[in-house]
């Protein structure tokens, strides 16, 4: 559909939502007279209007900005309207914050960048017949995919930004290490970030932008090893802890994590808080007592958070763990994938949030708090267990969370330790097994919300598992897009060679 078409197409939805002679005072009188699923359709509309209005603006800002380089000088566009650069001319017109001005300039710059990058195929000796054409120059950049999505609204502008962002652009060529020539490490790496571009366009159809974000720097640590590595090394040089008393007599701290610290101290919080967050419910009566204890406290969730760190500094002190987290003390598991031959992947990811770790920190935390070793297929399904059990076991569990990496639900990113392993097979009625395979992990919310209001999830053999709107409509729940990668461990891409002529 033409971009105006879609428009006035919107723009007559709110029209025979809202009426034809519109007083922007009576908006909000006039909305409350919608039944539920006109007031649905009417967000869904103006949200669609305004993401046309994004593509538009966003095509502008890349002209703009390029029109008020640095090249330019004063003689360039923003500095003429008195401006120092283009994010302050935008942020005036728009009346954004600065960070989201900026975000609008990132995204003009690469659909311009896109939409003007040569077309011509470098240059290269012709392949013999049968061989890949893969020393021959991309025709155009690895976000050329990701910026038409933008611009025909499959993608938003903040799932757009989200992407490019976490994946960033690929590395260069670096000619002090032996291997492939430049050109054909260039071409290999334009071929992986527009593969993974791909596949994230695919997810942003049931993930958020912050879900994007990590998954999109997850699969570029994949890709990329060594910059991972130097990125975790660099946040540990960086890593700092300061106190200081205002000049009113405040006493604040600031933390300036890396990457393993603020893995255990989210981890920790997430433990000691999880009643309060939405956690498991399937616990022993001593801890379902503390539960409901912390439940009922009067303090903020800030408060309590104030508290725990100072108990635990406490009681580091006291090496007296229990006092604080009684019997669920926290810890942090980290993933390693060693293939069938033995191979390690050189990235390691935290089973909570799907953080990297260079794989040296896994091998340190295995030597100190040991290993559970899980097959699983390049699906990451481990193997079954069977019906000797009614609920899931504490190793299949950890399977579990290694396979699904949090609540499977379309767009949560709650974490496996806050995941409930769900029959997709009711026990009794359906003669369910207690398999890996028949299981699946769901927050607490999603896990009450899919029994009580009559969702269904069911799965073909080893296919995804698919998800039942009580209205008939299936939603497919695939495996999140880092994880794909993980599995893999040497190849996470298909293949994508060019016959020769």
């Not at 956690?279 to 379902?288: I, L, S």
Request: a negative charge; charged letters at 30%.
């Amino acid at each position: 559909m033409e971009l105006f078409t879609e428009i006035d197409a919107q723009v007559q939805t709110l029209r025979a939502l809202l009426g034809e002679a519109l007083e922007s005072t009576e908006l909000v009188a006039l909305a409350e007279r919608l039944d539920d699923a006109q007031a649905v359709a009417a967000i869904a509309a103006a949200t669609a209007l305004v993401q046309s209005g994004e593509r538009i603006r966003a095509a502008a800002t890349g002209v703009v900005a390029a029109r008020s380089s640095r090249e330019a000088g004063q003689a360039g566009l923003a500095q003429t309207r008195g401006h120092r650069n283009v994010t302050s001319l935008v942020q005036e017109l728009t009346g954004s914050t600065r960070a989201e001005a900026s975000r609008q300039v990132r995204i003009g710059e690469s659909l311009l960048a896109s939409a003007t990058a040569p077309s011509e195929p470098g240059e290269g000796d012709p392949p013999a017949d049968g061989e890949s054409t893969r020393t021959e120059k991309p025709t155009e950049l690895w976000h050329a995919g990701l910026d038409r999505a933008l611009l025909d609204g499959r993608l938003t502008a903040a799932q757009h930004d989200a992407i490019r962002q976490g994946l960033a652009d690929p590395p260069p060529a670096d000619a002090t290490k032996e291997g492939p020539d430049d050109t054909e490490h260039d071409v290999l790496m334009h071929e992986l970030w527009e593969l993974a571009a791909e596949q994230l366009i695919d997810a942003s159809a049931h993930d958020t932008p912050e879900m994007l974000s990590s998954a999109a720097r997850a699969i570029r640590d994949r890709l990329d090893p060594e910059s991972a590595v130097r990125r975790f090394q660099e946040r540990y040089a960086r890593r700092s802890f300061r106190v200081w008393t205002t000049a009113d007599g405040r006493r604040r701290g600031a933390i300036d994590f890396d990457d393993e610290g603020y893995a255990w101290a989210t981890t920790i919080i997430a433990n000691a808080m999880r009643p309060r967050t939405g956690g498991p419910r399937f616990v022993d009566a001593e801890e379902k007592a503390r539960a409901q204890a912390l439940t009922d406290d009067p303090r903020t969730n800030d408060q309590l958070t104030y508290d725990l760190l100072l108990d635990l500094l406490r009681t580091g002190a006291l090496a007296d763990a229990p006092t604080v987290f009684g019997a669920r003390r926290a810890g942090v598991r980290i993933v390693r994938v060693v293939n069938a031959d033995g191979i390690a992947d050189p990235i390691a990811h935290t089973e909570d949030h799907l953080h990297t770790f260079p794989v040296a920190v896994a091998e340190q935390q295995s030597c100190d708090a040991g290993s559970v070793p899980v097959t699983v297929d390049t699906c990451g399904n481990p193997l079954d267990v069977g019906r000797e059990h009614r609920l899931f076991t504490a190793k299949q569990r950890v399977a579990l969370a290694v396979r699904d990496g949090g609540c499977r639900w379309p767009g949560c990113d709650r974490p496996p330790s806050f995941g409930e392993a769900h029959h997709i097979d009711e026990w009794s009625r359906d003669d369910g097994r207690t398999d890996i395979d028949r299981g699946i992990l769901l927050c607490r919310f999603h896990h009450m919300q899919l029994h009580h209001g009559g969702w269904r999830i069911s799965r073909r053999g080893k296919d995804d598992f698919a998800l039942h709107h009580p209205r008939g409509q299936t939603i497919a729940l695939p495996p999140r897009p880092a994880l794909r990668y993980a599995w893999a461990v040497s190849e996470p891409w298909r293949k994508r060679f060019r016959p020769a002529a």
